[in-house]
């Protein structure tokens, strides 16, 4: 261990966050590889190591000899301010070599909050934030994830972007990459060719032009970039890497288990959910496939737990099948088995069965509305009866808990929608008394709110968001609507965050001036309450003569040209707007199984492929 991390580590919390050596951790020859890789997460190793797609791609990379991956998290304030006084440069886990070191740094983005730990790991790096100040081939400065569907707000601190699933196109890069380093070529020769490859969006070969009230009036291509960057998938699952041996983390993380991603995409087509589009097509895997994997990643783990993930996992055709082959394994060894996306539409005594033979976790439903009306207007396809006899089955089966997500602020939404999701939560409660004859433990129904961000890619990516002090007016009245209800616990979410996401989700590329004047005073860590601070964020908007209302409540006209209109996620405009359509029609789009709709996405499947 550097002797300086020894000097530093007695003075931080949760020193294990720093100092790697976990088990199943690759530690290579420094001599045999010839490419070096720094995964990043901008958030704290706790949230980092939870991430599934970071296990993946972490696996890819490192089953080639050439390439050393190691990984890298945002340090907490504490470690940081410790690194900046004794001078030690962000570092990579296993070695503990400073990724300025490295060929390419690549950061994973799922969450626009934490836009401010990519500039402030930049920094803490040694490395200049702005690509145009990085001159040399070396290091190469990538994103992925699911915000790279807008990069815009980071185009100027980023080479490249991946779109999609990143399996496959690394392996491409970093090819192309050593080819580049190998013969030397410069950054702009590598970048222009790099941009050939599927679902790579270099930015800087893209000029971005204005209209004076501030829209995105054109974006050019030059140097031979492509109109449109499509996205990547992986056309078969189950030749797809799976991370069996996984680290396994030296300190409690989120989520601590074992992760089976049963398969990606999700057949329900809800209109405000940008996973749901960005997804598509659907891809299974095979049930014994799966089995397998679990069962030899718990025994590689040891650990007591094992979840079943995807965007809608009870909507995995052969999930009966194999939840039963799991339990077989899991029950005699006491370990549990949870599904943490349910709907209440697929719910049921079978399913129910098979959960509580081993454990009783919570249950989790989202109806994301109060009323069919607009549960029918933001095609939820849940009907009230089918989540009232989700409930009372979880009752009558034993459950005491109960927690209910909903949304506020949703296109169409009215003051007769938010006080349906008090009336919903109390139907919820009064069902627990119909159905459960001991009534001595009590209930605890938990309702939710967040404030709706219109999301690019959706069919909402015209709408706007509520204003914020209409936003706290629909919170009063729902909360009035519950406070009499003592068994029902009422929390809604921070709407000074969701603000701001809406801003940077749906922001061009001159809001990168926004993010750097906030960093430069101060900003990080801005999805932690304990270092958010909002009108740092307001003061940077004036600082660069931005309005956050631009970004995020005003509606977009139908042809408007948006700020991520080069990416795709394979879903048509034409398609996304007609689902905008019949939102204000409230009329519903079956689910992909019950009647494909023609979106697009099947013609990312190779072969004539079907998804679903």
Known sequence: MNRILEHILPNVQKPARYTGGEYNAVVKDRQSVTTRFALCFPDTYEIGMSNLGCRILYGVMNQEKHIWC?????????????????????????????ICDFDIIGFSLGYEMAYSNVLNMLDLAGLPLRSSERTDLTPLVIAGGTCCYNPEPLAPFVDFFVLGEGEEVTLEYIK??????????????????????????????????????????????????PATVTK??????????????????????????????????????????QAGYAYRPVRSRNPKLLAEYGKAACEDSGYQEMTLSSLSSTDYPCLMELCDDLLEYCAPRDIGLSLPSLRADTFSMNLMERLQRVRKGGLTFAPEAGTQRLRDAINKNLREEDLMQSVRTAFSGGWSGVKLYFMLGLPTETDEDVLGIADLARKVYFAWRECTPNKARGVRITVSTSWFVPKPHTAFQWDAQIPVEEYQR??????????????????WHDPQTSYLEAIFSRGDRRLA???????????KMDSWSEYFDYQRWMDALDACGLDGDFYAHRVREKDEVFPWSVPSVGVSRDFLWRERELCYQSQTTPDCRTRCSACGANQLLTGGGRCG
């Open 70 to 98: 190691e990984r890298c998290y945002a340090p907490w304030g504490d470690m940081e301010e410790e690194m900046r006084r004794e001078g030690l440069l962000l570092y990579g886990l296993e070695s503990g070599d400073p």
């Open 513 to 523: 001036d926004v993010l750097e004047w906030a960093w430069q005073h101060g900003a």
């Open 176 to 225: 192309l990459y050593e080819v580049a380093r190998d013969d030397g070529w410069s950054k702009e020769e590598f970048l222009q060719e790099v941009a050939q490859i599927p679902g790579i969006y270099v930015p800087s070969l893209y000029d971005v032009s204005y209209w004076e009230d501030g829209r995105v009036k054109a974006i050019t291509p030059k140097d031979g970039a």
């Open 474 to 491: 629909r919170v009063n009245l729902l909360r009035d609507a519950l406070k009499r209800d003592k068994s029902i616990t009422y929390n």
């Open 232 to 273: 990547r998938i992986i056309q078969n699952m189950d030749q797809a890497y799976f991370p069996v041996k996984t680290i396994i983390p030296s300190t409690e993380i989120v989520h601590d288990r074992v992760m089976l991603e049963l398969f990606r995409g999700c057949i329900r087509g809800c209109r405000f959910c």
